[in-house]
């Protein structure tokens, strides 16, 4: 798990900054926040299936649209999950930790389903 969580992880970073700019970019452009949110979100999500596709999980090519489908439905649940995650702790602890644990639990979740379903090996060999 190492060597590809650690590319997982980076591939992450890259698209949290682009998340971060796009959605900075729509507000200073007077887009709604909840609109720009929503659409720096989804750029973001292309961002971290681009790089995981071709940084992380290269050797894993399944197709390209089945991937990309796989990994929109996958960062949409644990986006959910980070979410309420993230609501339900800020509750009861520091919004700080109530955020790194609603991450953290939706990054774990996301490399798992990424692993085995969204860039799956096993899709691979049973293509072959």
Same mark, same amino acid.
């Not at 200073?28 to 992380?56: D, H, K, P, Q, Y």
């Given at each position: 798990m190492g060597q590809q969580f650690i590319k997982f992880a980076m591939?992450?970073? &890259?698209? *949290?900054?682009?998340?971060l700019v796009i959605f900075y970019l729509l +507000? $200073?452009?007077?887009?709604?926040? /909840? &609109?720009?949110? +929503?659409?720096? *979100?989804?750029?973001? #999500?292309?961002? #971290?299936? /681009?790089?995981?596709? /071709? @940084?992380?999980f290269a050797t894993y090519d399944s197709g390209w649209f089945k991937q990309l489908i796989r990994h929109l439905s996958v960062?949409? /649940? @644990?986006g959910m999950v980070n979410i309420s995650v993230f609501y339900c702790l800020s509750l009861i602890v520091p919004l700080f930790l109530? $955020?790194?644990?609603? #991450?953290?639990?939706?990054? &774990?979740?996301?490399?798992? $389903?990424?692993?085995f379903w969204v860039f799956s090996e096993k899709d691979e060999k049973a293509a072959t």
């Open positions: 591939v992450g970073v &890259l698209g *949290f900054v682009a998340d +507000v $200073f452009m007077n887009i709604e926040s /909840l &609109l720009a949110r +929503v659409c720096a *979100f989804w750029c973001a #999500t292309i961002v #971290t299936w /681009l790089g995981n596709r /071709l @940084f992380t960062s949409h /649940l @644990f109530a $955020f790194a644990v609603g #991450t953290t639990i939706a990054m &774990l979740g996301n490399y798992t $389903f990424s692993k």
